[in-house]
């Protein structure tokens, strides 16, 4: 890191901050100029954040040359996280991009989530999605069904081979949904949770995070690095969109430059969610195409087998017969890009 100090700083002062440096590992340079004096200091930030730095009397500023999030990091590992399932779906690296599909809340209607697993299954499709704890803004809203959900969710995978994914809003919940859920998925409202990042973090089952409503990617990184800091590596990360002042049209602005953004500073994989992300069904399949062209691992897309009565979430939920049509484009898409991209990558080598 580089300190820059005040232009009136003492020579204590500035040496102060050298001794500090130096007694926790540092490697020092001190270049004193006609205005500023600048410290260059390479060392473990663990032992000393830049934090307490900054508290010392004559610190004007202090420049981080590494991203925080070291373990997420291309510095750290270089090649792409590919995420390896037993039925040998992969995510990540030059692979496929996946399909999540599902309702946004499994409700008391397994036949109705049987229909929607179904015609995943037949499009193609690895992973059924479903909320069984609902985290509303207004708390007389539907909440979810809980292990009845999860058990629902099992059942229909055992139906169809399908992976299942699902929210856990608790860490309390973690023992429970382990039997259940082949994926967990750590929702908006708890990116920075932390307590449920670590307890995640110290399971083995692979985590989707999504991003956080109003998550810098600085912070989204970080919030990963949580729990791969706890020793589960296995993390896929999701664009769903960030808060806007403008919501006439749209629930949310889906943030499509934080893919090939995340993409170059991290080696982890990341999704994308156009329903969450904004809100409109009209808008699932050209935002996944985009989320897709630029670099997603994978797209999120909610289903339900009678949108207009979901008891959450239907305005952006697509029917059966709509996905299986915008499914059809999207794997025609997909094919066309993933052939591409191989091409690409052959001509590289």
Same mark, same amino acid.
């Given at each position: 890191?580089?300190?820059?100090?005040?232009?009136?700083?003492?020579?204590?002062?500035?040496?102060?901050?050298?001794?500090?440096?130096?007694?926790?590992?540092?490697?020092?340079?001190?270049?004193?100029?006609?205005?500023?004096?600048?410290?260059?200091?390479?060392?473990?930030?663990?032992?000393?954040?830049?934090?307490?730095?900054?508290?010392?009397?004559?610190?004007?500023?202090?420049?981080?040359?590494?991203?925080?999030?070291?373990?997420?990091?291309?510095?750290?590992?270089?090649?792409?996280?590919?995420?390896?399932?037993?039925?040998?779906?992969?995510?990540?690296?030059?692979?496929?991009?996946?399909?999540?599909?599902?309702?946004?809340?499994?409700?008391?209607?397994?036949?109705?989530?049987?229909?929607?697993?179904?015609?995943?299954?037949?499009?193609?499709?690895?992973?059924?999605?479903?909320?069984?704890?609902?985290?509303?803004?207004?708390?007389?809203?539907?909440?979810?069904?809980?292990?009845?959900?999860?058990?629902?969710?099992?059942?229909? !995978?055992?139906? /169809? $081979?399908?992976?299942?994914?699902? %929210?856990? &809003?608790?860490?309390?919940? =973690?023992?429970?949904?382990? @039997?259940?859920?082949?994926?967990?998925?750590?929702?908006?409202?708890?990116?920075?949770?932390?307590?449920?990042?670590?307890?995640?973090?110290?399971?083995?089952?692979?985590?989707?995070?999504?991003?956080?409503?109003?998550?810098?990617?600085?912070?989204?990184?970080?919030?990963?690095?949580?729990?791969?800091?706890?020793?589960?590596?296995?993390?896929?990360?999701?664009?769903?969109?960030?808060?806007?002042f403008d919501s006439a049209f749209t629930r949310n602005v889906m943030d499509i430059a934080s893919i090939p953004v995340i993409k170059k500073y991290s080696h982890l994989p990341?999704?994308?969610?156009? !329903?969450?992300? /904004? $809100?409109?069904?009209?808008?699932? %399949?050209? &935002?996944?195409?985009?989320? =897709?062209?630029?670099?997603? @691992?994978?797209?999120?897309?909610?289903?339900?087998?009678?949108?207009?009565?979901?008891?959450?979430?239907?305005?952006?939920?697509?029917?059966?017969?709509?996905?299986?049509?915008?499914?059809?484009?999207?794997?025609?898409?997909?094919?066309?890009?993933?052939?591409?991209?191989?091409?690409?990558?052959a001509n590289v080598e």
């Amino acid at each position: 890191m580089i300190i820059i100090m005040e232009r009136n700083a003492t020579k204590v002062q500035i040496q102060r901050v050298i001794d500090l440096l130096k007694d926790n590992g540092f490697e020092v340079r001190c270049n004193v100029g006609d205005i500023h004096t600048v410290i260059d200091a390479i060392g473990d930030k663990t032992t000393l954040t830049p934090g307490r730095l900054s508290a010392l009397e004559g610190v004007k500023e202090i420049k981080v040359i590494r991203e925080p999030f070291r373990l997420a990091s291309r510095d750290r590992k270089e090649e792409d996280t590919v995420i390896t399932f037993p039925n040998g779906v992969k995510i990540g690296g030059n692979n496929k991009p996946v399909a999540m599909v599902g309702p946004c809340s499994v409700e008391d209607d397994y036949e109705g989530l049987l229909q929607v697993a179904q015609a995943a299954k037949e499009m193609g499709c690895e992973f059924l999605r479903g909320g069984a704890f609902k985290p509303r803004t207004s708390p007389y809203d539907f909440q979810g069904y809980g292990e009845k959900a999860l058990k629902y969710m099992k059942q229909a !995978s055992e139906a /169809t $081979g399908l992976l299942t994914v699902s %929210e856990i &809003m608790d860490a309390s919940d =973690l023992p429970m949904m382990m @039997d259940y859920i082949d994926v967990l998925q750590i929702g908006a409202r708890n990116v920075q949770n932390f307590k449920l990042l670590q307890a995640v973090g110290k399971c083995n089952k692979p985590v989707i995070l999504k991003r956080g409503l109003a998550s810098t990617i600085r912070e989204f990184l970080l919030a990963a690095e949580h729990i791969m800091y706890q020793g589960n590596s296995n993390v896929i990360l999701c664009e769903r969109g960030i808060r806007s002042f403008d919501s006439a049209f749209t629930r949310n602005v889906m943030d499509i430059a934080s893919i090939p953004v995340i993409k170059k500073y991290s080696h982890l994989p990341i999704i994308v969610d156009p !329903s969450h992300g /904004t $809100g409109q069904r009209y808008l699932i %399949e050209p &935002m996944a195409k985009a989320g =897709l062209v630029v670099g997603a @691992d994978g797209i999120m897309i909610e289903v339900h087998h009678d949108p207009e009565n979901a008891l959450s979430d239907g305005k952006q939920s697509l029917s059966i017969p709509m996905f299986k049509d915008v499914m059809k484009r999207l794997n025609s898409f997909n094919n066309r890009l993933h052939y591409e991209k191989t091409c690409l990558s052959a001509n590289v080598e």
